[in-house]
C-alpha cells in the first residue's frame, strides 16, 4: 500500500495518544514508517472485542453480587487478566489462585495475601474486602 493509502479511520482507540505504526511504499518505492489512526475493518473487531470484554465484567459483577464468587474474579476481570496472568502477578500456582475466588475461601486469607491482591489490582485493601457490586 502506498503512504497515500494509509488508512485513518475512526478507531474505539482514537483517544489513546498512540497511533499505530504501520509501514508502506513512498513516492520512491521506498518502505516507510506511517501513523495510522484507525482501519475500519479493525475497529469493528476492536469493538467486538470491548463489548465481549465489558460482558464478562458484568457477569463478574452479578456473580459477585449472588455471593457465588468472591471480588478478586471482578478485578481481574476489570483488570483484563485471565486465571495465568494474575497468578504470575501473585506469585502463586494457578490452582490456588482460582481457589481464592471461592467466597469462603476468599474470608479466610491473610492479611499479607489480601494486601498483594489489593496491589496488583491498584485498590485498597479495604475496597476489596468491602467489596459488594
Known amino acids: 500500500m502506498k503512504k497515500s493509502e494509509v488508512p485513518q479511520d475512526d478507531s474505539p482507540l482514537k483517544n489513546i495518544k498512540s497511533n499505530e505504526l504501520v509501514y508502506a511504499l ?7 514508517s506511517v501513523q495510522s489512526t484507525g482501519w475500519e475493518a479493525k475497529s469493528i473487531v476492536q469493538y467486538e472485542n470491548l463489548d465481549v470484554l465489558d460482558q464478562r465484567i458484568q457477569q463478574a459483577l452479578n456473580d459477585v453480587k449472588a455471593g457465588k464468587v468472591s471480588p478478586i474474579v471482578y478485578f481481574m476481570e476489570l483488570n483484563r487478566m485471565d486465571w495465568q496472568t494474575l497468578a504470575a502477578y501473585m506469585g502463586k500456582w494457578t490452582f490456588l489462585v482460582k481457589r481464592h475466588s471461592k467466597p ?29 457490586g
Open 26 to 32: 513512498d513516492d520512491d518505492g521506498k518502505f516507510v
Open 104 to 132: 469462603s475461601v476468599f474470608q479466610s486469607l491473610s492479611a499479607k495475601v489480601l494486601a498483594k491482591y489489593a496491589k496488583t489490582f491498584g485498590i485498597t485493601v479495604a475496597e476489596l474486602q468491602n467489596f459488594k
